[in-house]
């Protein structure tokens, strides 16, 4: 530290022109998915309860804030924010680093409860299309 006076003047003139302070005490490596996740208040309080009216209706007004920004990470978040799976999107990554989160979706089956499954077609039912379109293994014959 400067010694006397130094320091008292250097003290106030840092703490007058404060703006913020940033604390990096629970700062973490995390999957860059999960960097670009809804903030708390407005991530899902039980897994196995659909978000509510009041909560759809603050996630609307979060995205439509982020249209307004220029960058393309505000873009891209804004994409994410959007689809139709964000909930079990945000749990599956949140489950990569929390044992609790895991814990929760095994015992659900890995599926939100309240979300319908999207059918995905079988290997074989699109290898068929596609043999049935002209493409072999890659191929168009």
């Not at 703006?19 to 005490?25: P, V």
């Not at 309080?45 to 393309?72: H, I, N």
């Not at 990554?93 to 999207?118: F, N």
Request: aromatic share 10%; proline share 5%.
């Amino acid at each position: 530290m400067l010694p006397g006076k130094q320091a008292s003047t250097l003290d106030t003139l840092y703490v007058t022109n404060c703006e913020s302070i940033i604390d990096w005490g629970f700062a973490a490596k995390v999957p860059f998915q999960l960097a670009g996740r809804f903030p708390r208040f407005l991530q899902l309080q039980e897994l196995v309860m659909p978000p509510s009216p009041t909560l759809e209706e603050d996630r609307k007004a979060y995205v439509a804030s982020l249209a307004s920004q220029s960058s393309q990470v505000a873009s891209w978040m804004s994409l994410i924010y959007s689809s139709d799976d964000v909930d079990f999107r945000h749990c599956f990554l949140e489950s990569i680093i929390s044992k609790s989160i895991h814990r929760s979706l095994a015992v659900l089956g890995w599926k939100l409860p309240y979300r319908k499954l999207i059918s995905v077609k079988s290997r074989t039912a699109v290898d068929e299309e596609r043999k049935d379109n002209g493409i072999v293994d890659g191929f168009d014959w």
